[in-house]
């Protein structure tokens, strides 16, 4: 069992959402997160499901920013470990909050309401966040089917997102939800 592996997979976060590739992040990249996955599902932007899932990227966005030493209005990945480490940002924070998106994200994939994602439906919200790879998202969808039924189902979906913020040994469920 690991530290190590649950500080990877925050940092993982931290990553994926650096949606430049600039090892930092800031507002932009957490809305073109939410816009890219509101496009992909053709919903308006100020659809009642986007602007939720912008609420609680804005709460995320207003607790880690909290880690900008400089104040410019962007957290490198420096400052992130550095706040993490600190105790500033916590992992008990950061989850509650990523599980308040996790929920959202998950509503705004299940069109049908019947809640439950397949494969397919998964595989669009990961690729409306970016993550284009296939093979990323059936990893991901692999790791979150708890009962191996096919679908993902909302209390899967949330208890697959703590895993990936708490799970200390690299075989958790969770660990893979982004693929690593």
Request: net charge negative; charged share 35%; no cysteine.
């Amino acid at each position: 069992m690991s530290e190590q592996v649950r500080l990877d997979n925050i940092f993982r976060v931290f990553t994926a959402f650096d949606t430049d590739d600039d090892s930092r992040v800031s507002w932009r990249d957490f809305d073109v997160k939410a816009r890219g996955i509101g496009a992909e599902f053709r919903l308006d932007l100020d659809s009642p499901e986007v602007t939720a899932l912008m609420r609680a990227y804005r709460d995320i966005w207003d607790y880690i920013r909290g880690a900008d030493g400089d104040a410019d209005g962007e957290v490198t990945e420096e400052e992130f470990r550095e706040a993490h480490d600190a105790g500033r940002l916590t992992t008990g924070e950061l989850l509650r909050k990523w599980e308040a998106a996790a929920a959202q994200a998950f509503a705004i994939a299940d069109r049908d309401e019947d809640g439950r994602l397949d494969e397919r439906e998964f595989a669009r919200l990961y690729r409306g966040a970016g993550i284009t790879d296939p093979q990323v998202a059936s990893i991901a969808f692999a790791s979150l089917d708890l009962d191996d039924d096919g679908l993902l189902e909302l209390p899967e979906f949330i208890t697959q997102t703590r895993g990936l913020f708490t799970a200390t040994d690299e075989s958790a469920k969770g660990t893979h939800l982004l693929g690593e």
